[in-house]
Each structure stands twice: as structure tokens, then as C-alpha cells.
């Protein structure tokens, strides 16, 4: 069952900055571990970041603190501001929730899951 929907994605130079959101429905989620994905098509999907119920956060190596993960519990968005963007960002973007009791990082992304439609996210040379 689909709980999340993302949007925000678009086109830029790289270099530059956007900030895609992802509203989530599902239950209890001030208490959930989540997270932002991405896919490029013919390859595996991989994780960015993820954030616990209490604000910590865990990255990807390839975001060099170029990234920046958020929640908002009481709206029940869930935020990835992404800065100095490069080609090699381009991707589809999901979010998801951690089903599996273990470590909130995005390197497990098999404990994740109610994957959204996500959205694109293009970075131009």
C-alpha cells in the first residue's frame, strides 16, 4: 500500500540547488525511520539518506555533505535539500519508511519500503 508521494524534482545546472518533499500518510509516522532513495533506469536502486525519530541522520558517502535530510512530524513531510548538484545526480528520487527494526541508514535500504512514484530530478551539464 502506497503511502508516500514525492514532488519538488525538476531540472537545473549543475551546481545548483533544489529541494524535493515527500508527503507521507501512513501510520505512526513521527515514530519511523525515513528515507530518500534513488535509481537511474538500467541501474540498481541506491540509498541517499535517512533520518530516525528523533532527528539523527545518516548519509550516503557520494553526498559529501551536499545533501541535507529533514522531517516535519507535524505535517508529516519528510525533506531532501540537495546543494551543488552534479550530472551524475540525475535520478528519480524516492522516499520510504523503515519496515525492519534495525539501523536507520540508507545503506539498508532492504529494511525500507512503501515506495512512492518518486520523482525526477535532472542536473545538466
Known amino acids: 500500500q502506497e503511502h508516500a508521494m514525492e514532488s519538488g524534482g525538476g531540472s537545473v545546472q549543475a551546481g545548483g540547488s533544489l529541494r524535493i518533499s515527500c508527503e507521507d500518510s501512513?501510520?505512526?509516522?513521527?515514530?519511523?525511520?525515513l528515507g530518500w532513495f534513488r535509481q537511474v533506469p538500467g541501474k540498481e536502486r541506491e540509498g541517499v539518506a535517512a533520518?530516525?525519530?528523533?532527528?539523527?541522520?545518516n548519509y550516503a558517502d557520494f553526498v559529501r555533505r551536499r545533501f541535507t535530510i529533514s522531517r516535519d512530524n507535524g505535517k508529516h513531510l519528510l525533506y531532501l535539500q540537495m546543494n551543488n548538484l552534479q550530472p551524475e545526480d540525475t535520478a528519480m528520487y524516492y522516499c520510504?519508511?523503515?519496515?525492519?527494526?534495525?539501523?536507520?541508514?540508507?545503506?539498508?535500504?532492504?529494511?525500507?519500503?512503501?515506495w512512492g512514484q518518486g520523482t525526477q530530478v535532472t542536473v545538466s551539464s
Open positions: 520510504s519508511r523503515q519496515h525492519k527494526p534495525t539501523t536507520c541508514h540508507p545503506d539498508f535500504q532492504w529494511s525500507f519500503g512503501d
Open positions: 501512513g501510520y505512526a509516522f513521527s515514530s519511523a525511520c
Open positions: 533520518i530516525d525519530h528523533d532527528g539523527t541522520t
